[in-house]
Structure formats: C-alpha cells, structure tokens
C-alpha cells in the first residue's frame, strides 16, 4: 500500500505545545487552550479535552451451545437516549485497565471472568481528545448475581446473541460508537467462536 502526503516530508507537521491559555474543570473532563507552534514556524491555539482513560470489555459465554454476549442497557444523558453496551467506564488513577473493566463487568452485571484478553487501544478522537480508549474481552465467565452501581447508575443487564449483535451492531440502540469499535477489535480475539 502506497502512502500520500500532499506537501509534507516525514518529520514536518508537529506541533509542540506551549502556554496553557484557559483551562475549565468540567468533571469528568478538563477543556483545556493551548499555544502551539509548529516546525515550519506557525503558531495556534488549539483546544483539546483531557480525560482519564476509557475501558470497556466484550464479555462472552455459551447458554445452551449458543454464544451470547453480556451487554447493559443504560440511559445516555449525551443523546437522550437509552443505549445497549458493552460493561465498562473510565479508568480509576492509577488502576490497571484489565482489572478496571474486571471489576466494571462484575458491578454492573453480576457476571465474573475468568480471564480478561487486550483487544487492542484506540483513540476515540485524536483531533481533540487526549485519552486512550481500551478494549477487552472476558472468557470463562461464571455468574454471581450480585451488582454494585455507583451512586447515579441504573442499569439493565442483557444477553444478546454474539450472531444477532453482530448484525445489529451500528444500528439503534447499538448505536453507540465506542461499542462498534470494541466489537471489530474484539472480533479479532473472538476469531475461532
């Protein structure tokens, strides 16, 4: 495959930051304008939002000789909708993303892995966002029943077919992004199912 760059030798093109020019503590982000200046000399301020990391996990289990996944169905305040995801959320400081999502699949769902696969990192949005988005999947899971939501979380644990998902995937409440993404990175773990 044969790459294009209208204009640009390899090594042009960087930015390098500079002064912090406004900064607003929205929660769970941080919107920060920064002064920036390239190679070739020219200088901007560029507006990006810093957050911890994101993790979700692509929990699989056979039922009855049918491969289902453990998904959770939430209201999304963003879209004023109600969404079907993939367990997860942001990654707690200084916690290792595979026990984050670990511990996210047992409280939100009651269902316990036996082993969390990487999938692989992406970022969600280079342009402006500044963290790493995590995918996982979760083998060998056994289930408990007991769930532990946080203080404003209410949600719906659902099992839907692996064969239906994947044709649902991209489409109404299924619509969500990041679960897109994660299922084409999960798939690829999930190769032999």
């Known amino acids: 495959m044969r790459s294009y760059h209208a204009g640009m030798g390899s090594n042009t093109g960087l930015w390098k930051k500079g002064r912090l020019v406004e900064s607003f503590d929205a929660g769970i982000f941080n919107v920060r304008r920064i002064e920036c200046s390239s190679d070739s000399g020219k200088q901007a301020v560029f507006t ?102 946080d203080e404003n979380e209410e949600i719906e644990t659902v099992l839907v077919p692996l064969s239906e998902l994947r044709q649902r995937m991209g489409k109404g409440e299924l619509a969500n992004a990041m679960m897109v993404s994660g299922l084409f990175l999960a798939e690829q773990v999930l190769a032999g199912i």
């Open 48 to 149: 990006s939002i810093a957050s911890r990391d994101w993790a979700i996990v692509v929990p699989i289990v056979e039922i009855e000789g049918r491969w289902n996944c453990v998904m959770v169905r939430q209201y999304r305040h963003g879209a004023d909708a109600f969404f079907l995801e993939f367990p997860g959320g942001i990654v707690e400081e200084g916690e290792d993303p595979a026990r984050g999502v670990a511990r996210e699949l047992e409280e939100e769902t009651g269902w316990r892995a036996g082993r969390i696969i990487h999938a692989g990192s992406i970022s969600a949005n280079p342009a402006f966002l500044e963290n790493v988005f995590h995918i996982f999947v979760a083998r060998d899971l056994d289930f408990h029943g007991r769930t532990d939501f």
